[in-house]
T-cell receptor, first 116, second 114 residues
């Protein structure tokens, strides 16, 4: 069965420090991995995705994520956090098998708080 | 342009009312989705339309009725809802449903059932 785990409900980081939001996954076949962000009372915004190729993926707002196949992880990172990065972050995965390719499986989300 | 629009932004309805949520995209996407989201939880898939045909219904109660009039529009008709249906309803679209394309979300409709 496909699954996504975001092991931390909340991450706190000081402004200017690097941030990491963790995600691990389980999927049959090759994974398609996504990160979304949700600001309070807003819809979800797409940040970045991994399909194939370079394990380091760069996305919007200075975020990047590293795909690690052996550890089945896709952690979201940013070198220097901003207070405006405070939001709810969701990791999601789809498998490339024909039977699984229509549904995104979502993690439970990680609330990021960046303190001034 | 990666915009998905949804109307209304807020909706309060009684349990006997009939109302509709609307979603529109002009990105040429051929897959459209309805999700329900409770506070601080991940979105829950309700329906998927693929090339204007309903392809996935996640066992959603019949008081929710989706409609896809054309490739740009998606409606969700609501009737006889329950208070537990109060949530943020999100519409999304992607280029196709069968490829690893990201979904673009609208801002949502905040629904309150009284």
């Amino acid at each position: 069965a496909q699954s996504v785990a975001q092991p931390e409900d909340q991450v706190n980081v000081a402004e200017g420090n690097p941030l990491t939001v963790k995600c691990t996954y389980s999927v049959s076949g090759n994974p398609y991995l996504f990160w979304y962000v949700q600001y309070p009372n807003r819809g979800l915004q797409f940040l970045l995705k991994y399909i194939t190729g370079d394990n380091l993926v760069k996305g919007s707002y200075g975020f990047e994520a590293e795909f690690n196949k052996s550890q089945t992880s896709f952690h979201l990172k940013k070198p220097s956090a901003l207070v405006s990065d405070s939001a709810l972050y969701f990791c999601a995965v789809r498998g490339d098998n024909a039977g699984n390719n229509r549904k995104l499986i979502w993690g439970l989300g990680t609330s990021l708080a960046v303190n001034p | 342009d990666t915009e998905v629009t949804q109307t209304p932004k807020h909706l309060v309805m009684g349990m006997t009312n009939k109302k509709s949520l609307k979603c529109e995209q002009h990105m040429g996407h051929r897959a459209m989705y309805w999700y329900k989201q409770k506070a601080k939880k991940p979105p829950e898939l309700m329906f998927v339309y693929s090339y204007e045909k309903l392809s996935i219904n996640e066992s959603v109660p019949s008081r929710f009725s989706p409609e896809c009039p054309n490739s740009s529009l998606l409606n969700l008709h609501l009737h006889a809802l329950q208070p537990e249906d109060s949530a943020l309803y999100l519409c999304a679209s992607s280029l196709t449903p069968d490829s690893p394309y990201e979904q673009y979300f609208g801002p949502g409709t905040r629904l309150t059932v009284t």
